[in-house]
Each structure stands twice: as structure tokens, then as C-alpha cells.
């Protein structure tokens, strides 16, 4: 589907077709309605003008006509002879001037049944008017009856306000009972929708969806995604064990091919060693313990040892390291509260890798210089690392911190990077209740890692 219909949400979409069948068949329902209420009317004003005329024919038969001619109601009645000329008539209707022209007066013969003004007789609006024929054949006369359809009018005109008044409203009763009804159909949909966010959200795959007591569509769709969310944790089970197995395996052998190396090197042994064999085994070395790190992470890992930590010291740390490093990396002045009041219930060790791979990752990109900056915000301290680098665009943030991401290949292999560390920072900080997110640095990057209370 496409065009506005598409965009509308499901709820929105069964109320605009629902609303609009229901509209539908209330049109066809109202006009069929009034059709059949006119003609109702309008037969009933005829069988009474008929009724009456039929009567007055028989006294005509039967040569007991009455002057005036007795009738009920507003009925209009005039006996007229061949030449349309009043014989008789009604209390209420004119002795001299016959009702209908001569014209009319052979159609009503024929029987045919005519509404002509009422201003005949003197009244507004018009009148319904049948004609009889009576007497011998010698003297035959022409029964001439007429209602006035004023009644006929005002019962179709309460009809048709009828339709006009109580169209809306019951449409509009209808949209609300099935607003509630397809609300309560959908509800367990979006009980769906929570549940997988939550599982989303705490990457807990042993979690899942709940499951109606119904046996209808939505209990199937809970139980095979249920299904599939077994076979997922099966397979990331075996994923994650299989990673650890491996890295665990390598990690022997590269220790001691990097301790042999080392050791050649400074005692020059080894002959003439390719000179990036060394760093090529530690940055394997550093890929095997990311790997692992990877591996032994997630919900169902051990909660980290924590403790109530100075930022500004883990700042501290971090930054020493980087003495030697490409571009200067220093501690920032803070541009919202104090550095010292900033506190964090976190695992030391986890800090202090998440930050010195956001540190890492900016000196790889930065253009002259690194900061680091610590924000005491009261009840969410954060630590925010800028570089002076060509930035990442919007649409790429939240991407890298996907595991082996690269924004550029050949220049993060050339650099070292393996595309693990922001994966593994964000793993860190989400296990010590915190979160990590790049913002423009204007010039440049920032990195955000905001904790919760300490």
C-alpha cells in the first residue's frame, strides 16, 4: 500500500475501511429508507383520495347523491360531467370552476393519477388528484378526488431529517465501538511489540514473549516467534562458546610467539625479523582478547565487582598512558559543574578500558589534539572525549558501535583497528549501567558516556 492509506497505522486503517463500508451501506440503507417511506405516503394519499372518490361514484350509481357531497378530512371532491362542468361537489371545493383542466380531465378517466397546484382551491403547496368515472353511459360523470399533499410533505421532510440528524450520530457510535473493539484485537499485538523491545533492548535472548491463553492467530505468532527466539539463543549459545573456545586456544600460542619475538629481538637471535612481524602478533594478540571479552559478555554474564569511583581519577589514568601518543591527549576543563563532584557506581577495570578505547579511537582520527572532559552533572556524571577530526556522519553513529563496523577499511586496518572497540566500550558501560553515544564536535567527534546515579 502506498500514499497516505499506507502510512496510517493498522488501527487507523481498519477504522477508515470499516467507517467507510458502514458509511457506504448507511447511504444505500437511508435512500432506499426514503424511497420506500415516500412511496409509502404516497400510496396511502392515494388509496384515501381513491377510497372517497370510489364512494361517491357508487351514491352517483345508485342516484343518492347528496349536495354537498359528503367527505372527511381535507378532501377536495367535485363531480364533473363530459364537458367538465361541476355537477356536484364538496363543501370545500368551488361549485363553479372544475379543478383540473379538460385535458387532465380525460387523463384522470384514463387513470392516471396527477398532483396539481393547490392554489385551485385556494391553499399553498399542491394536491394529489384521482379521478373516478360513475353513471350510466348515456350521462356518464367524472368522480374527480383530491388529498393535499402538505401532510405527505411534512412526513418526508421528518424523514429526511431523521436520516440527516441521526446519520452522523450513529456513525459516529459506530467509530467508537470499533475504535475500543480494534484496540482491545491489537492490544495483544503490542504486548508482543513491548516484549520483543524489551528482549531487544536487554539483549537477554533467554527472555520471551508472552503467550495468550487463546488459541487465535496472535497466540501462534507468540509461540513461533518464541520458537525462533529459542533456536537464536541456541545459536548465539554456540556462537559465544565456539569464540571463547578459539580465542582461549590462541591466546597460549600468541603469547609465546610475541615472548619469542621480543626476546630475539633484544638479544638478536632471530636474524633479520620482518619489522612489522611483532606488532602484527600483538595486534592479534589484542584481537584474541577482544574476542574473548565479547564472548564472556552479556546478560547472562557475571555482574561486574562495583564501587563508587572518582571519575576525574580514571580521567587521570587514562590520560597518562597516552603520553607518547600521536597527537597530545589531555584532561579538559569542565563546562557544567565540578570535575571532583563527579561520581560513578561502576566497575573500575570496565571504566577504564571503555574510555581508553574511546581514547584510542580518537587519536586514531584525531587531526591535533584529544580531551577528555568530565561533567559533574548531579545524578548523571558524564565523561565526554572530543577529537579535532573529520567526524563521522549522523547517519553512520549508531552504526559503529556495531562489532567489526569500519567506516573506512583499508585506513582502519592500516591503523590497527580490529572494529571491536566501540562494541566492547558499549558492552562495558551497558553492564555498569551506563550509556555511550557520538555527537558532532563542531569540528570534529564526541564521545557522550553518561552514568546513571552514583
Known amino acids: 500500500m502506498t500514499g497516505w492509506f499506507g502510512r496510517l497505522s493498522i488501527r487507523a486503517r481498519l477504522m477508515v475501511i470499516g467507517l467507510t463500508g458502514v458509511a457506504g451501506a448507511l447511504l444505500v440503507g437511508g435512500a432506499l429508507l426514503y424511497a420506500a417511506a415516500d412511496a409509502t405516503l404516497h400510496s396511502s394519499a392515494e388509496r384515501e383520495a381513491r377510497s372517497s372518490a370510489t364512494d361517491v361514484a357508487h351514491l352517483v350509481d345508485a342516484g343518492r347523491l347528496p349536495d354537498p357531497v359528503p367527505v372527511s378530512g381535507a378532501l377536495v371532491v367535485q363531480v364533473l360531467d363530459g364537458r367538465n362542468r361541476v355537477l356536484s361537489g364538496s363543501a370545500t371545493a368551488d361549485r363553479l370552476t372544475s379543478l383540473v383542466t379538460d385535458p387532465e380531465r380525460r387523463r384522470l378517466a384514463d387513470g392516471e393519477v396527477l398532483q396539481v397546484p393547490a392554489s385551485r382551491t385556494g391553499a399553498s403547496g399542491s394536491l394529489l388528484v384521482v379521478g373516478v368515472p360513475a353513471g350510466a353511459a348515456a350521462g356518464r360523470v367524472l368522480v374527480v378526488a383530491a388529498v393535499p399533499t402538505a401532510d405527505l410533505e411534512t412526513s418526508r421532510r421528518v424523514v429526511r431529517t431523521l436520516l440527516l440528524v441521526f446519520f452522523p450520530l450513529f456513525l459516529a457510535l459506530i467509530g467508537l465501538i470499533a475504535f475500543r473493539v480494534i484496540g482491545m484485537a491489537l492490544r495483544p499485538v503490542d504486548r508482543l511489540r513491548q516484549g520483543a523491545e524489551r528482549i531487544g533492548d536487554s539483549a537477554d535472548l533467554s527472555?520471551?514473549?508472552?503467550?495468550?491463553?487463546?488459541?487465535?492467530?496472535?497466540?501462534?505468532?507468540?509461540?513461533?516467534?518464541?520458537?525462533?527466539?529459542?533456536?537464536?539463543?541456541?545459536?548465539?549459545?554456540?556462537?559465544?562458546?565456539?569464540?571463547?573456545?578459539?580465542?582461549?586456544?590462541?591466546?597460549?600460542?600468541?603469547?609465546?610467539?610475541?615472548?619469542?619475538?621480543?626476546?630475539?629481538?633484544?638479544?638478536?637471535?632471530?636474524?633479520?625479523?620482518?619489522?612489522?612481524?611483532?606488532?602484527?602478533?600483538?595486534?592479534?594478540?589484542?584481537?584474541?582478547?577482544?574476542?574473548?571479552?565479547?564472548?564472556?559478555?552479556?546478560?547472562?554474564?557475571?555482574?561486574?565487582?562495583?564501587?563508587?569511583?572518582?571519575?576525574?581519577?580514571?580521567?587521570?589514568?587514562?590520560?597518562?598512558?597516552?603520553?607518547?601518543?600521536?597527537?597530545?591527549?589531555?584532561?579538559?576543563?569542565?563546562?557544567?559543574?565540578?570535575?571532583?563532584?563527579?561520581?560513578?557506581?561502576?566497575?573500575?577495570?570496565?571504566?577504564?578500558?571503555?574510555?581508553?578505547?574511546?581514547?584510542?579511537?580518537?587519536?586514531?582520527?584525531?587531526?591535533?589534539?584529544?580531551?577528555?572532559?568530565?561533567?559533574?552533572?548531579?545524578?548523571?556524571?558524564?565523561?565526554?572525549?572530543?577529537?579535532?577530526?573529520?567526524?563521522?556522519?549522523?547517519?553512520?553513529?549508531?552504526?559503529?558501535?556495531?562489532?567489526?563496523?569500519?567506516?573506512?577499511?583499508?585506513?582502519?586496518?592500516?591503523?590497527?583497528?580490529?572494529?571491536?572497540?566501540?562494541?566492547?566500550?558499549?558492552?562495558?558501560?551497558?553492564?555498569?549501567?551506563?550509556r555511550v553515544w557520538l555527537e558532532d564536535g563542531a569540528p570534529g567527534l564526541k564521545a557522550v558516556v553518561e552514568f546513571g546515579t552514583g
Request: proline share 6%; charged share 30%.
Open 207 to 434: 527472555e520471551r514473549l508472552p503467550v495468550l491463553a487463546s488459541r487465535d492467530e496472535i497466540s501462534a505468532l507468540a509461540t513461533t516467534l518464541n520458537q525462533m527466539l529459542g533456536r537464536l539463543s541456541a545459536a548465539n549459545d554456540t556462537q559465544r562458546a565456539f569464540v571463547a573456545d578459539a580465542a582461549h586456544e590462541l591466546r597460549s600460542p600468541l603469547a609465546s610467539l610475541q615472548t619469542q619475538l621480543e626476546v630475539a629481538q633484544r638479544v638478536g637471535e632471530g636474524g633479520d625479523l620482518p619489522g612489522d612481524l611483532l606488532p602484527e602478533v600483538q595486534r592479534l594478540t589484542q584481537l584474541v582478547e577482544d574476542l574473548l571479552m565479547l564472548a564472556r559478555s552479556g546478560p547472562d554474564a557475571p555482574h561486574p565487582t562495583t564501587q563508587q569511583l572518582r571519575l576525574v581519577d580514571v580521567v587521570d589514568d587514562v590520560v597518562r598512558r597516552y603520553a607518547g601518543a600521536r597527537v597530545p591527549v589531555r584532561r579538559g576543563p569542565s563546562r557544567r559543574g565540578r570535575p571532583e563532584d563527579a561520581v560513578a557506581l561502576a566497575a573500575r577495570e570496565d571504566v577504564q578500558r571503555a574510555l581508553a578505547n574511546l581514547v584510542d579511537n580518537a587519536v586514531r582520527h584525531a587531526a591535533h589534539e584529544v580531551t577528555v572532559t568530565v561533567e559533574g552533572t548531579p545524578g548523571a556524571p558524564a565523561l565526554v572525549v572530543r577529537d579535532d577530526g573529520s567526524g563521522v556522519p549522523e547517519s553512520q553513529r549508531e552504526r559503529v558501535f556495531d562489532r567489526f563496523a569500519r567506516l573506512d577499511e583499508a585506513r582502519a586496518r592500516d591503523s590497527g583497528g580490529s572494529g571491536l572497540g566501540l562494541a566492547i566500550t558499549r558492552e562495558l558501560l551497558r553492564r555498569n549501567g551506563a
